[in-house]
């Protein structure tokens, strides 16, 4: 099972019913589309896919999916921070952890789809506005970041 430890952070897999109800109300909480599925997704257990709760001294703050392309890119999906825990730099950190957990995996770029409003965030991670996908929601911005 993969996962990233990096002092009081950990990025592990839901590995019990209770994690992955943590992991779904995660997402279900923060993010709009989130609440438009239900509260399991089949591409959460597919091949090249991996579901991770980011866990602060092992108490779960925040959620992501990321899948690996046979392209060598990370599709960065469903970042969410749970709200109590939003605005403390989590965010930042999940980040930092899924670029590590991508590179450590072969990959040479992350790639995701943001909100307009979550355009700042990821501009101060160092993400920026690229055209990576042909087939997308209208209004969402695809961002990208070399993983060197």
């Known amino acids: 099972m993969p996962h990233l430890r ?8 839901p590995a019990s019913p209770d994690d992955w109800d943590v992991f779904h109300r995660i997402r279900r909480d923060v993010l709009l589309e989130a609440q438009k599925y239900a509260l399991e997704h089949a591409e959460d257990h597919a091949p ?3 579901a991770l709760l980011l866990c602060l001294n092992d108490q779960p703050i925040g959620s992501i999916r990321i899948d690996i392309t046979a392209t060598g890119e990370a599709g960065l999906r469903l970042v969410a921070i749970d709200p109590a825990a939003q605005g403390q730099g989590y965010g930042r950190i999940l980040l930092q952890l899924a670029e590590h957990f991508a590179r450590e995996r072969g990959c040479s ?6 909100t307009p409003e979550a355009v700042g965030f ?19 911005v695809q961002m990208t970041k070399p993983l060197w």
């Open 6 to 13: 990096h002092g009081p952070y950990c990025l592990l897999p």
């Open 48 to 50: 090249g896919n991996y």
């Open 109 to 114: 770029r992350t790639v995701l789809y943001a």
């Open 122 to 140: 990821y501009s101060k991670a160092g993400y920026f506005e690229e055209d990576w996908d042909d087939v997308y929601i209208s209004g969402i």
